[in-house]
């Protein structure tokens, strides 16, 4: 039997500062009061995990408040992979959600801001973030194999593993709902012989 990397990815707490605005890569902090959700997820966590957070605060504030809650993470923070950031909106980050709908009409995509393989004006398009998630995942997988990571990140982040996981397009990636402080269970295998593989144990878990 070869190496199981299991990996926790939680989306971060809810960000409110943004007041309505598109946000992406803006680095807004997040909220980290509802005390008893932050205690639920931190019960579920493993102990002795590799903890990894992409640059921005809000990952960084919802590991520490895991860790405040009773997660065992490192008292120092966790890790940082600079691939994990969300995806970078362009010029549209700092306009209102409201705005961009109505003057994009027919381009504007269900469950996202922008179809799959769309580029903002000065930003990427979320097959770009998947395609360097994809990657990351790799050297992490190779780097600790056999071991649980708990990584804070983004929901465009996640989507991403997802996709990775099970194989699927940017573009159906976006279907899945990533919700803040939810829980999403991915275990990689690695057996000496045969491809590697995934099995997806949960996804979008709410905290409690």
Do not use: K
């Not at 649980?148 to 990636?173: E, F, K, M, N, Y």
């Amino acid at each position: 039997m070869g190496a199981v990397t299991r990996w926790w990815w939680v989306r971060h707490a809810p960000v409110t500062a943004n007041q309505g605005c598109c946000y992406g890569q803006t680095d807004f902090p997040c909220e980290i009061g509802d005390e008893t959700a932050f205690a639920a997820l931190a019960r579920r966590l493993p102990r002795e995990a590799v903890w990894v957070a992409s640059p921005l605060q809000r990952t960084h504030m919802t590991a520490a408040a895991l860790i405040a809650a009773g997660a065992d993470g490192p008292p120092s923070g966790p890790l940082v992979e600079p691939d994990f950031i969300e995806q970078h909106f362009g010029a549209w980050q700092g306009q209102r959600y409201a705005e961009l709908t109505h003057r994009r009409g027919d381009e504007w995509h269900r469950f996202w801001l922008a179809p799959a393989d769309e580029t903002p004006p000065g930003g990427e398009s979320f097959a770009a973030l998947t395609a360097r998630v994809h990657d990351a995942v790799a050297r992490w997988n190779e780097r600790y194999p056999g071991r649980d990571i708990v990584s804070v990140g983004h929901g465009g982040t996640i989507r991403a593993a997802l996709a990775q996981a099970l194989a699927l397009s940017p573009a159906a990636a976006l279907a899945f709902s990533v919700d803040n402080l939810s829980l999403t269970r991915l275990d990689h295998f690695a057996e000496p012989g045969a491809a590697p593989g995934w099995r997806i144990a949960a996804v979008n878990q709410p905290p409690r």
